[in-house]
Nanobody, 120 residues
Framework: QVQLAESGGGLVHPGGSLRLSCAAS????????MGWYRQAPGKQRELVAT???????NYADSVSGRFTISRDNAKRTVYLQMNSLKPEDTAVYYC??????????????WGQGTQVTVSS
């Protein structure tokens, strides 16, 4: 089994910053793409950012230039640095990873979610 543990959410004022972390543990051979999604109340879950094993990144237009995704392959951890936060960034943020098991094949795993609230 594989578990993803997220941390770093909280309450921040508009214009502030937060850094989310998500660490994987369990039976893992390697990890392909890592990413962050978010879901605001009454809205569908949406992509925030993804990063491949080689470091190629992709961002939603709404966060491009403000958020930075990074990863540490040795620690099996993905990060999301969020700067210049806006009230519309308020959501539950979920990490996801494509895990390659010891028998091969890729399975997508999700974290439990961490609340980010941007409010004055």
């Amino acid at each position: 089994q594989v578990q993803l543990a997220e941390s770093g959410g909280g309450l921040v004022h508009p214009g502030g910053s937060l850094r989310l972390s998500c660490a994987a543990s369990g039976s893992i051979f390697s990890i392909t793409t890592m990413g962050w999604y978010r879901q605001a109340p009454g809205k569908q879950r949406e992509l925030v950012a993804t990063i491949t094993r080689s470091g190629n990144t992709n961002y939603a237009d709404s966060v491009s230039g403000r958020f930075t995704i990074s990863r540490d392959n040795a620690k099996r951890t993905v990060y999301l640095q969020m700067n210049s936060l806006k009230p519309e960034d308020t959501a539950v943020y979920y990490c996801t990873m494509g895990v390659v098991g010891w028998r091969g094949g890729v399975t997508d795993y999700w974290g439990q979610g961490t609340q980010v609230t941007v409010s004055s």
